[in-house]
């Protein structure tokens, strides 16, 4: 049974493409029977035709992206885009290295492990980025045995 015509007016009439209309399969007989506006209007308001809901993109692939970024996965360097200083800049950088070694020097001076004026020469010599990182300066401070180093445990 041939329903295009219908299915244009009730497309034109709810305001949607063709593939939208849907007809119920029950009351095909009586369709062909709807030749005009009026006719495929009342059966729109028996509910014999309806509109079909959009479908959309689904969100869910997305979802589940975000989730694994938020762990921290797919930050590889496939994923990079840009310079190092670009994703994390310099300066930023700098703050925490700077940051962790004068937090650790402020630790050995409240426990009285250095002097004061050693303090003042180590914390000048972080603000001159001498040492790398907090273990490079911890290490420095052991090699000149201003603080002991830890024994090693033999297995």
Known sequence: MNLTPQKKIAARILNVGINRVWINP???EDLSLALTRADVRKLIDD???????TIGVSRGRSKILKVQ???GQRRGHGSRKGKLGGRQPGKELWMNKIRS???????LRDNDLIQP???R???????GNSYRNVAHL?????DLGIIKKPKKKRR
Do not use: A, D, W
């Not at 509910?47 to 809901?53: A, L, N």
């Not at 070694?101 to 630790?107: A, K, S, T």
């Open 47 to 53: 509910g014999v035709i309806r509109k079909k809901p």
């Open 121 to 127: 020469m180590f914390y000048s010599k972080v603000k």
């Open 26 to 28: 029950e009351v095909e």
């Open 138 to 142: 911890k290490n420095t401070i052991e």
């Open 117 to 119: 004026s050693q303090y």
């Open 69 to 71: 970024k938020q762990r």
């Open 101 to 107: 070694q004068r937090r650790y020097l402020q630790g």
